[in-house]
């Protein structure tokens, strides 16, 4: 298989500029420090996975369209894999190339400047206490909307009960928060905090069948270690957390799946050589090439205007309860717009990752393109640098964008639409921090007897401490 890649690269011109741009965004990441390093390699991984892995799976083995095969597309089927590749990805080439020239230059200019320190907030214990709270509230809606039967799962519209679909949120935002600050001590405390937590998230990534839970806290965990210091330890355990998790994903469906419903996905695997079988699972879950293919179908400037896209977003950041009309949901409406131009969805309703890429297209052509990259490559610098903030509300809109993975598959409505939901769970989080510290000031020691109890200030650490260390970690 790794064989055939390079001569299917050399070939396609698209595929190979593809390759060559998340390439050069793998230097960016190299050249980058803390947090925008991990970010920058996991979004390299993450379109190689959609663009390079799975165009190359297509051109190999090139599959017979068949139900329940969501890789073997037939619309690229249909004018010839070569052909259909080609043209899907050279709107995608021309964004990453653009996208990665972008963070380059930032990449560079950054590096003349002051290098991140120690993140103010982490080990803060008004910080983790909220986290835990939140964590708690969360975990409790999550096994209330799966005893109802109310979890829903990936893709769907909508949920059963919106309040609890909400109210599992801030769960999310514990769950992630605690994995990146939280401090406990001892090496055998952490490594209980972040077990506990990380089954708690692979539990849920099973309840609602979706890899975000998962990767979020791998993605977790790999942020925790950029704030903290790298050791090889360390990177082997973010590729333990990393391919654990999607295997005790498949592993633990495989349990809820029925063994008719095993048998038809064996017979669809079947027609893939036995070398490729074992990544299916997780190419399926990695489908912007199905997005770059309704792009095409589409066409450039084909979609929503520009004053309609000024407008959505403004929206999207509102509360549904005060605007008088619904807001766009940008997921559905690809699916049932972009993709219906190709695909008959009239008896489907699915919300679908449309890609920054892929959105910017179909909007402005070109032109659009530029925009929808650019737009993303401003909220990954602004994610890295909000983990590092003193104050609480932009630290936990980063958090958020750990598990929420805007900057992966989502373009500029899906973007603001997902944040505008994690606005209400911010200001949640921000109201019990209040709680919680009104109720230290009450129930906690005085002020001047935290004074001598706290020493203040870098000098009280003891000669060759690390401020930013982890201990034995």
Do not use: C
């Not at 890429?357 to 179909?362: D, H, L, T």
């Amino acid at each position: 298989m790794l064989k055939q890649a390079l001569p299917l690269l050399l070939s396609n011109f698209s595929l190979l500029v593809v390759a060559v741009a998340l390439g050069a965004l793998v230097v960016a990441a190299l050249l980058a420090h803390g947090v925008l390093r991990v970010l920058l390699i996991a979004q390299a991984v993450y379109w190689a996975m959609s663009y390079v892995a799975r165009p190359v799976v297509l051109l190999t083995v090139r599959p017979e369209p068949r139900f329940g095969d969501n890789i073997a597309d037939p619309r690229l089927a249909e004018i010839g894999y070569d052909v259909g590749i080609e043209a899907a990805l050279r709107p995608v080439a021309f964004g990453l190339t653009v996208y990665a020239l972008i963070v380059l230059a930032y990449v560079l200019w950054a590096r003349h400047r002051p290098r991140p320190g120690r993140a103010p907030l982490a080990g803060d214990p008004d910080l983790i206490a909220t986290l835990w709270v939140l964590y708690v509230l969360g975990t409790g809606a999550r096994l209330l909307s799966v005893a109802t039967g109310a979890a829903g799962s990936a893709g769907d519209v909508q949920s059963a009960s919106p309040v609890l679909s909400l109210l599992t949120m801030p769960a999310t935002l514990g769950a992630v928060g605690l994995i990146v600050f939280a401090r406990p001590p001892g090496q055998s405390g952490t490594l209980a905090v972040l077990g506990v937590l990380i089954a708690g998230e692979l539990w849920w990534t099973t309840a609602t069948e979706s890899k975000t839970p998962i990767l979020g806290a791998a993605l977790a965990v790999a942020v925790r270690f950029a704030l903290t210091g790298w050791t090889r330890a360390k990177i082997a355990g973010i590729g333990a957390v990393s391919v654990a998790g999607i295997a005790g994903f498949d592993w633990l469906q495989s349990l809820k799946t029925s063994p008719h419903l095993r048998a038809e996905a064996a017979a669809v695997d079947g027609a893939y050589p036995d070398a490729v079988r074992p990544f299916l699972s997780l190419l399926r879950r990695f489908d912007l090439l199905e997005a770059a293919t309704d792009a095409y179908y589409v066409g450039p400037s084909s979609w929503l205007g520009p004053g309609e896209v000024v407008g959505h977003l403004a929206r999207s950041m509102i509360p549904a309860q005060l605007l008088a009309e619904e807001k766009l949901h940008a997921g559905t409406a690809w699916a049932a717009e972009v993709r219906g131009a190709s695909v008959d969805m009239s008896q489907v309703s699915v919300s679908l990752a449309e890609g920054n890429v892929s959105e910017g297209y179909v909007l402005g052509g070109w032109t659009g393109v530029v925009v929808g990259v650019a737009f993303t490559a401003v909220v990954l610098v602004g994610w890295s640098r909000t983990l590092y903030a003193r104050h609480l509300v932009p630290v936990l809109f980063g958090i958020a964008l750990i598990e929420i993975p805007v900057v992966f598959e989502r373009g500029m409505l899906g973007s603001a639409e997902t944040l505008g939901k994690y606005l209400q769970v911010v200001v949640l989080a921000w109201l019990v921090r209040l709680m919680l510290g009104q109720w230290r000031r009450t129930h906690g020691p005085p002020v001047a007897q935290r004074d001598r109890e706290v020493p203040a200030g870098p000098q009280a650490a003891p000669a060759g401490a690390s401020v930013g260390s982890e201990g034995t970690q």
